[in-house]
Each structure stands twice: as C-alpha cells, then as structure tokens.
C-alpha cells in the first residue's frame, strides 16, 4: 500500500480521461472540470507518477510508452473500481447464496414454507438448518450461523431481535390424569404437578422456565427431552403434565386418550423472534432472507387451543 497511500486516489478520474482523449481541454469537458483544473491535475500527475505522461508534438499529444501502459491497465481496473463502488443488488431469482438458520423443532410450524419460498424465488440459494444447542447465540455472534428462530428470554450477546409471530403455551396430560376434566390448570396445581420438560437450552424450557423465575417458582421435572414432537407422545397413561405451545399441537392429530387445557395465565403467552448480528443488517442477500420469513409468518392463522 505504500505506493497507493502517497497519491490522491481523486486524480484516477482526470488520469483516464487526459489518457483517451490526449487532449487537456477535451479531457477536462468529458471530466467536468475547468480547463485550469485538469491542467494542475496533469501536473500533479507527473510528479506523482515521474513521467510526463502527454507529450506535445506538431499533430498533437502522445501518450509516453509508461502512459500506455498505465491506460490498458486502467481499462481493465476501472471497471472494477466502479463495480467495488456501485450500489450493490439482489436479485434472487439469479443468486447462489448459502443461508444457515437455526432453531428448535417448533420451526416446523412455519419453516417448511419459508424453504418452499426460498427455493422458488432463488432456486440455485441453498439452505442449512442446525440444530438447536446451548451455544447458538455464540455462534450467531461468531458468523457460523445468519439467523436464528427462538423464544424465552433475549440473547445476551449483541443481536438484532424481531418479533414474528405469537403463540399460547397449553398443557397436555393424560385423560386419566387428576386434573383433566378441569377447565383449566391453575398456577397452584401446575406448580404441585410434575412434568416433561422440552429441554432446548441446558435442559430447560427456557420460554417457561424464565416465566415462572420471574415468578419466583419452580416446577418439578419427571422426564426431559429434546423435541417437541418426541414429548407429546410421553404422557399418555402417566400424571405428567406437558406445556407446549398451541400451534405444535394442530400440527399433530390428537389422540383420543389425552387432554388439552389452557396453561395457567401467568405463563401462557409465548413470542417467537428472529436474531442475526448487526453486521448483516445491510447484507441484501440476509435481508431478503428476512424478509422472506417476515412475509410467512405474517400468514400463519391464529393459533387455536
């Protein structure tokens, strides 16, 4: 860089014009500058480059042979140079980017339109989705992974966090547990009771259990698992009871031998977010991925007991 930081980049624009026209008033026009302007900056050329660059003869200027050298070699840097410059552009249907996404089963819920949508308007983009683990937030920070899909408390790193969707939290237990013809689980009873937990983040609910730390409880767990979908096979013939947000439930047929109440109202609501690191915020390619989960999500029916 030593060679570049000694010569004022500004005068590339005068140095390629004066180089094709060969003519200090003509290149000044086709520059937009005044004739006495282009002429100082053909001065400062010479010094800056050690050559006279242009010179006079009874038919007019003539490049030096330095000075033809240096005009190939800025028809092919220039292009470049603008390009470098130029207000960038996405268009999906031409790129191939590689987008990685994580999140937990429950992305089943929206996750398979997001991929069809993708992979229509951006058919040569590819897709990978990693799995759940307590260090994804580090990762995102890191660059291993774009975007990530959660809910429960805020990461604590520095990310970009988006609402996109709202979910309720319902309870699932068998039809012979003692507390499945009521109406609904209070807190009391929850708390007293004994349940699966969905163990996303150091074998915590995470969603829940800051719920209810923010409570000042605790519930007790019988049995922890890693998916949703493996969980709501788990209570069938037991007195455990399952919390999991109502749209997993629709997208499972229900079985006859259990029962689903509404969540006690302290914990019942649920938000679902998106985080990537601000250093994507103006990445075209990550924002039209943003923008494509946006647009799907915003179509999701509202979520039913």
């Known amino acids: 860089m030593a060679h570049i930081e000694r010569v004022d980049l500004n005068l590339l624009a005068p140095l390629a014009a004066l180089l094709e026209e060969r003519h200090v008033s003509n290149a000044a026009a086709v520059a937009g500058m005044s004739q006495p302007a282009m002429s100082r900056a053909l001065q400062r050329l010479r010094d800056a480059l050690g050559d006279e660059l242009l010179v006079r003869t009874p038919r007019g200027y003539r490049l030096t042979p330095r000075a033809e050298r240096i005009q190939r070699q800025l028809r092919a840097v220039l292009p470049r140079l603008e390009g470098l410059f130029a207000p960038e552009e996405f268009d999906p249907a031409g790129a191939a980017e590689a987008f990685r996404v994580a999140g937990t089963d429950y992305t089943r819920v929206f996750a398979p339109a997001v991929f069809q949508r993708v992979f ?55 039809a012979d547990h003692p507390l499945a013809e009521l109406p609904g689980i209070t807190l009391d009873a929850y708390l007293e009771a004994t349940h699966v937990v969905i163990g996303t983040t150091d074998e915590r609910q995470t969603a829940i259990e800051h719920r209810l730390e923010h409570l000042g409880a605790r519930r007790r767990a019988g049995l922890t698992v890693p998916y949703h979908s493996l969980a709501a096979h788990s209570v069938l013939g037991t007195r455990l ?18 029962r689903v109440l509404p969540a006690p109202r302290e914990i019942r609501r649920l938000d679902y977010l998106m985080a990537w690191h601000p250093r994507l915020d103006g990445d075209l390619g ?3 991925l943003r923008d494509t989960v946006r647009a799907v999500t915003a179509e999701l029916p509202e979520a039913a007991m």
Request: glycine residues 6%.
């Open 286 to 288: 990550q924002r039209w």
């Open 120 to 174: 229509r308007e951006s058919p040569r983009s590819t897709l990978h989705f990693r799995t759940w683990h307590d260090a994804i937030y580090e990762n995102l920070d890191r660059g291993v992974v774009d975007l990530v899909f959660f809910a429960g408390a805020e990461p604590l790193v520095e990310l970009h966090t988006e609402r996109l969707f709202g979910d309720r939290f319902v309870c699932v237990l068998s």
């Open 241 to 258: 009871i399952l919390t999991l947000p109502a749209r997993l439930l629709a997208e499972q047929p229900r079985d006859a031998g259990l």
